[in-house]
């Protein structure tokens, strides 16, 4: 009987060994048939997003001394280097043209002066005069017409006189004629001496010659005296009606208009502007300094000749330095006036703080790139930088605390963003919504605290799908 109960007994530990071996067998079987992953713990973090941007160290208030009169230098009042007060002179210009030419423009405008006064007498006066000129012209054709008419009728006077001293030089000559014949016919018959017969021919001849005389004048004034006398007159006539036209031309060409003494007034104020900005440039010789600080790029000597609109000298506060960086277009929609930004540089160790404080609206080719400038005012540590230094910046675009973040390559899929965590010994896929993201880290929601969200190895955790048995080599 116990022969019995033994065999059985022993038939029952022989199996049993046997099944615990089976069984143990067959669980290490499973574990090497799940995929062995890598994990993290999902837990209550900070993230925080930033640009990165190269840059430069600038002056922040920095002025560019420009000369504002072409000239020559008298003077240069401060050196390279130099500390100067807003206000305080930087050069001089020589003053002696300027000083010539307000000389000459001011007697120019005692000219203008003159002629402007004149102008206004005579237009006030030229209706009065030119009335008296009208007036005289009309008189001296009035008194020319007047004295044609006389020389008409002394001329008709001086014919009827001499054509009656024709008829009495005709009668004359004919009772010469008649005593000549007497007397030749009392002397032929002896009845007179010829003393008388003589005297008889004398008187005749006297009379021919006279008569002859006579109608010679006649014959001259009536072809050559009265004609040319009236044509005179004419003349006379003619040319007084001539005046009088030429001096109502005259008078019209020559009339003072509003719009001549209105050029005059124009002309006098032109000259009084150049009087005014001949003394405001004498008043501009000298350049001063518009801000406090100190002098950099100092480029004047004394005698050196400068144009009007040069720049010659900068003058550059160096204690109120910012950092110039140039943001890229595709970030730079993430950078907004206020933001936070840290400074680093290979001249200091450490870090910098600053603020950005500007943000250009248009961009600047950099290259084949189109960058934004923006000018970040640092917070304090002046004394590490130096105007021109080369500085590297990170603009802190957004800060979340108390959120849950994973790993940027436990994040997968391309529009429905998901990812694996463990549960019960399996990869399960669980979609959520990113948030904050920068280059090691993503904001998630989704997940809940203490998940083990699956990170790695890269090729499996690519290769994974929903269910798939995994063993967290990070959970033991």
């Known amino acids: ?150 020389d008409r009728i002394t001329l008709e006077d001086q014919k009827k006189e001499t054509e009656n001293r024709v008829t009495e030089s005709t009668e004359a000559l004919a009772n010469a004629k008649e005593q000549l014949d007497k007397n030749k016919y009392l002397y032929n018959h002896q009845a007179i001496p010829y003393s008388k017969l003589q005297e008889a021919e004398d008187a005749y001849n006297k009379a021919l010659r006279s008569q002859e005389q006579v109608e010679e004048n006649l014959r001259l004034l009536v072809e050559r005296t009265i004609p040319n006398a009236l044509n005179l007159a004419q003349l006379r006539v003619d040319n007084a009606k001539n005046q009088m036209e030429y001096l109502k031309a005259t008078i019209e060409k020559e009339k003072i208009s509003q719009s001549d003494l209105e050029l005059s007034r124009i002309e006098l104020r032109k000259t009084e502007k150049q009087i005014q900005d001949i003394e405001r440039d004498l008043a501009r010789l000298t350049t001063y300094s518009p801000i406090a600080g100190t002098v950099i790029q100092l480029e004047l000597k004394d005698g050196d000749k400068v144009l009007e609109g040069v720049s010659v000298c900068k003058i550059a506060d160096l204690n109120n330095l910012i950092v110039e960086a140039f943001v890229d277009e595709i970030n730079i929609n993430q950078v907004e006036v206020g933001q936070e930004a840290v400074i680093s540089s290979d001249a200091f160790t450490g870090e910098l703080k600053g603020r950005v404080s500007f943000i250009a609206p248009v961009g600047t080719k950099v290259g084949n790139i189109n960058k934004y400038r923006t000018e970040i005012v640092i917070n304090e540590g002046q004394g590490l930088l130096k105007p021109g230094m080369f500085v590297t910046t990170e603009v802190i675009t957004n800060h979340r605390e108390e959120t849950i973040v994973v790993p940027t390559m436990a994040l997968l899929g391309q529009e429905e963003k998901f990812v694996y965590i463990v549960a019960d010994g399996k990869a399960e896929k669980r979609i959520v919504e990113i948030g904050l993201k920068n280059i090691s880290q993503v904001e998630v929601i989704g997940i809940e605290v203490g998940a083990r969200i699956i990170v790695g190895p890269f090729s499996t955790l690519h290769n994974l799908e929903d269910g798939s048995p995994v063993n967290d080599a990070d959970s033991k």
């Open 1 to 150: 009987m116990w022969k019995k109960i033994l065999i059985v007994v022993l038939i029952v530990v022989v199996l049993g060994g046997g099944y615990f071996l089976i069984s143990k067998r067959s669980a290490e079987d499973v574990m090497t048939a799940m995929t062995l992953v890598k994990t993290v713990e999902a837990k209550l973090e900070s993230i925080t997003t930033a640009v990165d941007a190269d840059g430069s160290v600038i002056v922040e208030d920095e002025a560019t001394i420009k000369a504002r009169l072409a000239g020559i230098i008298r003077e240069v009042l401060v050196e390279n280097g130099q500390t100067v007060r807003a206000g305080e002179a930087i050069f001089s210009l020589d003053d002696e043209p300027l000083l010539d030419l307000l000389e000459n423009t001011r007697l120019t405008l005692e000219k203008a002066r003159g002629n402007y006064q004149t102008l206004l007498d005579t237009y006030n006066r030229q209706d009065y005069l030119n009335r008296l000129k009208i007036e005289e012209t009309e008189q001296q054709l009035a008194i020319a017409v007047t004295s044609q008419e006389k």
